[in-house]
């Protein structure tokens, strides 16, 4: 018979043994070592149904294939673009991949991705030697307009986004906002009111500061609701569930 030895959430450490007994299956951040299910990191413990897996707290970003990334368009090449998505080397974005239509030969690049605009793309591609192809051929991706851009850890990034989008999907109710967060942690802000949109990014800093707390989802609303006070738009409503 199976044993869980933490509680949901609990923090844990690299080599803390979270259950033992087969009845339990490890995910992210966990591994099997005999009968014993242990850390493979310093974070939150979440213990879904069989599964449980361990949300880092803190590291960079290492890029993976099919993460949704923001980056920023850093070099317009001959056949190509380079995208800075926060990492020590820089993604590729090749013509295939970055446009439907036909691009003639010798087209002017510039046209379509300019240097210092952001894009929503795809890693398609990441060899052994870390290069990086990414796409924008995909639900979603897209040039990014005007907005903040705001970087965060990205291993808070799966609390930040919230259960089925809960709390990203609350921030954006309350403050009006567009928010698009890439797995890599960069974030994209834009809203019609320069305070609301200060507040979608307190909230934001408040989730990525409290991260390892249970209760936090109606402590950001409490905060949201709070700052807002006032606006005609801001109804009581839950627009959340717990994580």
């Not at 705001?150 to 309350?174: F, H, W, Y």
């Amino acid at each position: 018979m199976g044993k869980i030895l933490i509680k949901d959430k609990d923090i844990v450490v690299p080599g803390d043994v979270l259950a033992e007994g087969m009845d339990y299956l490890p995910a992210g951040g966990a591994f099997r070592e005999k009968d014993n299910i242990i850390s493979s990191q310093l974070g939150l413990a979440i213990i879904s149904g069989r599964l449980i897996r361990v949300i880092a707290l803190n590291g960079r970003y290492v890029p993976k294939r099919g993460d949704n990334v923001i980056g920023r368009i850093s070099t317009v090449a001959a056949n190509n673009w380079f995208v800075d998505i926060g990492y020590a080397d820089e993604a590729m974005l090749g013509l295939k991949e970055a446009v439907q239509e036909y691009v003639p030969r010798g087209a002017e690049l510039t046209n379509y991705y300019k240097v210092g605009e952001y894009v929503l793309c795809k890693i398609t591609n990441v060899t052994r030697s870390k290069l990086i192809d990414v796409s924008m051929k995909g639900p979603g991706l897209r040039k990014l307009g005007e907005g903040r851009m705001l970087q965060v850890v990205s291993a808070k990034v799966p609390r930040i986004i919230g259960k089925a989008g809960s709390m990203i999907t609350m921030i954006k109710d309350l403050t009006d906002c567009r928010i698009t967060i890439g797995q890599n942690g960069i974030t994209w802000i834009s809203g019609t009111d320069p305070d609301k949109e200060a507040v979608a990014v307190e909230a934001i800093r408040m989730i990525e500061a409290n991260s390892h707390k249970t209760g936090l989802t109606e402590e950001v609303e409490k905060f949201l609701r709070s700052k807002l006070k006032g606006e005609k738009n801001v109804q009581k409503k839950k627009w959340w569930k717990r994580f």
